[in-house]
């Protein structure tokens, strides 16, 4: 399975974005797809997950009502609608994807297999 995400960009603080991922190759009929993110000198942290088909969706306490994951099962992309963004929403940010788990085990890096290039989110003030 390859990754590519997408959308990434300079954007003032109460701005929004729209990041992009497109999965490719032998995909599943089933799984999570998800978004992390990055910032310089800090570890990288579950921001978003959906999972498929059922659409289910998780999102991380510091990104909930702001930032919205969605997915296309027919084009097997997922994106993220960031609203209200901050300077600390500053990052890469990378897709990922991996097999079916419960709701409570996505945030959980191990448990995706796949990862993009990462995309770079820049939030100025």
């Known amino acids: 399975v390859q990754l590519q995400a997408s959308g990434g960009g300079l954007v003032q603080v109460g701005g929004s974005l729209r990041i992009s991922c497109a999965a490719s190759?032998?995909?599943?009929?089933?799984?999570?797809m998800a978004w992390f993110r990055q910032a310089p000198g800090k570890e990288r942290e579950f921001v978003a997950a959906?999972?498929?088909?059922?659409?289910?969706?998780y999102h991380s306490d510091s990104v909930k009502g702001r930032f919205t994951i969605s997915r296309d099962n027919a084009k097997n992309t997922i994106a993220l609608q960031m609203d209200s963004l901050k300077p600390e929403d500053s990052a890469v940010y990378y897709c990922?994807?991996?097999?079916?788990?419960?709701?409570?085990?996505?945030?959980?890096?191990?448990?995706?297999?796949?990862w993009g290039q990462g995309t770079l989110v820049t939030v100025s003030s």
């Open positions: 990922a994807a991996g097999g079916y788990t419960i709701v409570s085990e996505m945030p959980r890096m191990a448990n995706y297999e796949y």
């Open positions: 190759g032998r995909t599943s009929s089933r799984g999570n």
């Open positions: 959906i999972r498929w088909p059922s659409r289910a969706t």
